[in-house]
């Protein structure tokens, strides 16, 4: 295999260093990096400042082999990424008459007169070669600067990647050959699954392999590189699955509610949640998936007691006797569901936090039950972590324990 | 009003490099920051790695008063912050066995043994203090180098909150002087609330103010420096507020839903909800806040056309003839939300896509009702952006109708 070559990524902006606001265009530029053969050694957010960005760029550029810079490129005083690279390199700038040109009739085009500032736009360092912006207004500029690659694009992500994605993929790509398989696995811990694959580390090399974890789900995220990519990563995925199991719920742009809603589709059956703790996340995760109310009928957020018992039907007695927060009222909540029309159903009931929690049952304590016609689930859990924390993962396993009540179907 | 004094974070993780995984302990550590007087001119994130490490130090502490270097301080292999920060500086590292025993004496009141290689946190740089870690094993160090302090903390939040809140702030904070306030106002468009305030900026001066804005919501973040820096934030809140008017529902920590609940709660009622296209997410929205129970009793997830019938009592005729997106639909879901045992509901429908829309109803086309016994609400929006994006809006703006109907009660 080949190595990745070091490359590094400027996002210029003083209110990215502000408590505020994070840099995210380096994920982006990162996920296509990568697909060019590149992968970040660092990465800097940085004043709107010529000599901060002319130190910046000057740096990097000295160290790594491709340098991508992300905002400053537009029309107002702030903008100053062309002076700053050109500075560090002792280039000059000149304005393009035909950019400009182009610009004005972009302004005329939708009815607007090109304010004077906005030729700024049409500066090119000295040696650069224009990228442009079918999205926006600034095109990216590409310079070489010795053995190093600097990319200017704008910080607007949606530019960025379409200048990325038009120019630089087709340049670097077909030389890097970079395969990667992200693998998504739910219900399981991350120190468990690294525990479980560690044995393929050695066989296909530590770098290769990234665990990503949160909130119940796991990613594994495999990588080759080469002539081979392709079929490696194939055998990367196979050996993976096999030690996955059905824990591994899907890849790439896989996400966990959409695959549970799609095995319910298969069937030709519907869904119905009834939530207590969660207040409605179950239900908000699983419409996150578009075209979900041809399987999703809806459900009940039944945080009350009282509506436990007129929505889903449940046995006051029951809850006085077990409490709300039990395996008896979670199942009986989810037979209330059912009848609300669905074949399937997800119920939840627990203790988020910070109050309500006892000796008997802490804060942390959840009850998932599911129904499907070929069986039911129940899990008791004691989760750890804050009041959102124990949400999100109960909303996540809920819907992992639907997904595997599914596959014994 | 005395300068903010120039500082600059360090990330240290390669795993903060990837596409996956962005560090967000800048945050944390530029409101920290903030409060001691120092803004961020610059933020890095860069590799495990000692020669990496001494490189962005070493650059960092020749140009800035404070550097904040996060993670790196653990136990393994890939922890080599403590090397790489001495390097820079040509410090050594010397084993505290006063804190060796401490940690040793942490593993045994968990019951476990100390591994060998725990004992590297022990390891401190030459003429550095130690910063106990209440909240973890890594203790945090702080390093005077020529003008610049350098603090080097663990990557665990908690735990970097914890120590510099408990070591940083009360050495800097007296000295800074520093005082924000936040103003957080629902319903409004950034650049509305951008032209209402304009005329501020002279008379406080541009820097001092940041308008942060997303999903229906925008926040004024005010900040004030020097002896008088709590009487100007004053003047500053007074003066913003009385523009804001309705729209500011806030300050600081204060959120919409909670703020919403707290005036339900207050005048003795309780809050029911009926959701379709928001899925549940208006309820999960609501039930963030601790203590939701004494107000919310939970609603509806009407997603399909049937549960609207017969868990909201909505006429299939008045379906039909205007369209589950529709006013009538809305208000009636709203009144059926009021049967489930509440004086206030909240209801919305609309259509959040990519599929669904049609020419008289496209997509983003949204219905939200409002009840209390102080009177009605209703407003039909037509939101821009994704699936996701008009969700999320969709959600705030229901909340905040609720508040609004609630004010003029």
Not at 350 to 373: D, F, L, R
Request: aromatic share 4%; net charge negative.
């Amino acid at each position: 295999m080949t190595e990745m070559r070091r490359a590094a990524f400027v996002a210029v902006g003083s209110e990215l260093l502000r408590a505020q606001r994070l840099d995210t265009n380096s994920l982006l530029a990162a996920r296509l990096a990568g697909n060019c053969g590149f992968s970040f050694v660092e990465k800097r957010a940085i004043e709107d400042d010529v000599e901060a960005i002319a130190r910046a760029v000057g740096e990097l550029a000295a160290r790594v082999e491709l340098v991508v810079v992300s905002g400053g490129l537009g029309p107002t005083a702030d903008d100053v990424t062309r002076e700053g690279v050109a500075q560090a390199f002792g280039l000059g700038i000149a304005r393009m008459a035909a950019l400009e040109g182009a610009l004005e009739a972009r302004f005329r085009r939708s009815g607007r007169t090109m304010p004077a500032i906005a030729a700024r736009m049409a500066d090119i360092i000295e040696g650069a070669e224009v990228l442009p912006n079918p999205q926006g207004t600034a095109p990216g500029q590409l310079l070489q600067v010795g053995g190093c690659t600097l990319v200017l694009l704008p910080g607007v992500p949606r530019e960025l990647e379409t200048i990325f994605a038009t120019h630089l993929l087709p340049r670097f790509a077909s030389a890097a050959r970079v395969a990667t398989r992200t693998l998504h696995l739910a219900g399981v811990y991350e120190s468990a699954v690294e525990e479980r694959v560690s044995h393929l580390y050695e066989k296909y090399g530590r770098e290769r392999i990234t665990i990503l974890a949160g909130r119940g789900l796991v990613d594994l995220v495999l990588m080759a590189q080469g002539a081979e990519c392709a079929d490696v990563v194939a055998a990367m995925e196979k050996d993976f699955a096999s030690i996955a199991g059905d824990d591994l719920f899907g890849c790439d742009r896989d996400t966990l509610p959409a695959v549970a809603l799609a095995a319910v589709r298969l069937r030709g059956w519907r869904l119905a949640t009834a939530e207590s703790c969660t207040g409605g996340m179950v239900g908000a995760q699983l419409t996150t998936v578009p075209g979900a109310s041809d399987v999703y009928v809806g459900g009940v957020v039944a945080y009350s007691n009282e509506l436990k018992q007129t929505l889903l039907g449940i046995d006051g007695d029951a809850i006085a006797t077990h409490g709300a927060v039990s395996r008896e009222v979670a199942e009986a909540m989810a037979v209330g569901a059912t009848r609300l029309g669905a074949e399937c159903a997800i119920a939840v009931t627990g203790v988020a936090g910070p109050g309500g929690g006892t000796e008997a049952k802490p804060v942390g304590t959840v009850h998932i039950a599911v129904i499907t016609p070929a069986g039911r689930r129940h899990v008791q859990q004691r989760f750890p972590g804050d009041r959102a924390f124990i949400r999100e993962l109960t909303a996540n396993v809920a819907i992992d324990q639907l997904r595997r009540a599914l596959l014994e179907a």
